[in-house]
């Protein structure tokens, strides 16, 4: 798989682990149950994916730590950023247990979990601003 990192392509095979945190919970201006864990899996590999797609896929055969939560911003709050960022899986992740599918997703603190258990910093990233939906009262 090859990254970009606006001055230079790397490679890397992997095995990857994404997260998928929200800063802004409740809201961006009063951010007291962030950062809120929306994602967390480990073992993302690159995908076979043939000629026609030029954009590196990655793909995994294990449960999430955490499984997906969809954003869902409270509503009256200004939109919320999802943050998304992969990180080289060290050896052993798999057996970590700071994070499991019963641990409260709220309060997470990426950068506090990725040197607890040896992620160190994210190789990628993104984000995306999500807005409440209008039609919740």
Do not use: W
Request: hydrophobic residues 40%; aromatic residues 10%.
């Amino acid at each position: 798989m090859s990254f970009s990192t606006g001055h230079e392509m790397f490679t890397k095979c992997g095995p990857f682990v994404i997260a998928a945190v929200d800063p802004d919970a409740p809201t961006p201006q009063n951010p007291t149950n962030a950062q809120i864990r929306h994602f967390l899996g480990g073992n993302f590999v690159p995908a076979q994916v043939g000629p026609l797609i030029s954009t590196p896929l990655l793909k995994n055969s294990t449960p999430a730590v955490s499984d997906f939560k969809q954003p869902t911003p409270p509503a009256g709050s200004d939109p919320h950023r999802y943050v998304f960022l992969l990180f080289e899986q060290p050896r052993g992740f798999n057996a970590q247990t700071l994070v499991t599918p019963s641990t409260s997703i709220e309060n997470f603190n990426i950068s506090s979990f990725a040197a607890a258990v040896g992620l160190g910093n994210p190789i990628a990233g993104t984000f995306m601003r999500v807005g409440p939906d209008p039609t919740a009262a």
